[in-house]
């Protein structure tokens, strides 16, 4: 093995010739290149993660407001049929057709970005690429 520094010299003087500290500083900068390729990689993975679970969890949010406003729709019918239905036992006279209930259309609500998001075209969900600014989707698309 050879000596790294001088003794007598108290490691002032380095023994390494040119070639072996040309081969140490290319080992060196290779070795923190590498790092900071997996540290980005790193980076996106978990920026891929996020968006994947925000995606999921809106999905479920939609999901939950579609069976809650079903329900509720449906909650309103029985109550309207069953104001029909005292009315008539009441021996009552019906006077009015009770109207059928509405069908609402479901609306796709508007994409979710969280405030940390910096300004940028973003996929809308919709298959168009759409201009969020920082604080808000615009109705600029490409």
Not at 11 to 27: C, H, I, P
Not at 36 to 45: G, S
């Amino acid at each position: 093995m050879r000596k790294m520094t001088s003794i007598s010299t108290l490691g002032l003087v380095d023994f390494r010739s040119d070639k072996e500290r040309t081969a140490k500083y290319t080992r060196d900068t290779r070795d923190a290149t590498r790092e900071a390729i997996e540290a980005q990689e790193a980076a996106a993975k978990y920026a891929r993660q996020t968006r994947n679970a925000t995606r999921v969890t809106v999905v479920q949010n939609m999901m939950m407001l579609d069976q809650q406003r079903r329900q509720l729709a449906q909650d309103r019918v029985h109550h309207v049929e069953s104001q029909a239905n005292a009315h008539i036992l009441a021996g009552g006279q019906q006077q009015q057709s009770w109207p059928e209930p509405q069908q609402i259309a479901p609306q796709a609500p508007p994409p979710y970005v969280p405030d940390s998001i910096p300004a940028g075209w973003y996929d809308d969900g919709n298959g168009t690429t759409r201009w969020y600014d920082g604080q808000r989707w615009t109705p600029h698309t490409r």
